[in-house]
């Protein structure tokens, strides 16, 4: 079992930053590859981004790709989101997940069906 706690939301203006962050419970924390969704009102849950198991791979969702960043730290059986460069529609509840997966492909890890573990979220809010 993987227990998944978010952290590091907020009110931010337009342009500005936050890191979120999403600690795990459990040993096994370094097996898992880990993903970041959001919800914003009245949309559905979306895909954000996701690290590989290793690390040694990031997907990241055309919207949000070269403002934000994955990274994941498993010492501290934690993993970030870096948010740059904030939009008024990256308002949303962000959640991290955590799935048992081995793959290349970006396919793989957009899908939620695949996570085991989800967290209960923390909220973004951009103002313009």
């Known amino acids: 079992q993987v227990q998944l706690v978010e952290s590091g939301g907020g009110l931010v203006q337009a342009g500005g930053s936050l890191t979120l962050s999403c600690a795990a419970s459990?040993?096994?924390?370094?097996?898992?590859?880990l993903g970041w969704f959001r919800r914003a009102p009245g949309n559905e849950r979306e895909f954000v981004a996701a690290?590989?198991?290793?690390?040694?791979?990031?997907y990241y969702a055309d919207s949000v790709k070269g403002r934000f960043t994955i990274s994941r730290d498993n010492a501290k059986n934690t993993v970030y989101l870096h948010m740059n460069s904030l939009k008024p529609e990256d308002t949303a509840l962000y959640y991290c997940?955590?799935?048992?997966?081995?793959?290349?492909?970006?396919?793989?890890?957009?899908?939620?069906?695949?996570?085991?573990?989800w967290g209960r979220g923390t909220q973004v809010t951009v103002s313009s």
């Open positions: 997940a955590a799935a048992v997966l081995r793959s290349y492909y970006y396919s793989a890890y957009e899908g939620e069906d695949v996570y085991d573990y």
């Open positions: 690290i590989s198991w290793s690390g040694g791979n990031t």
């Open positions: 459990g040993r096994t924390f370094s097996s898992y590859a």
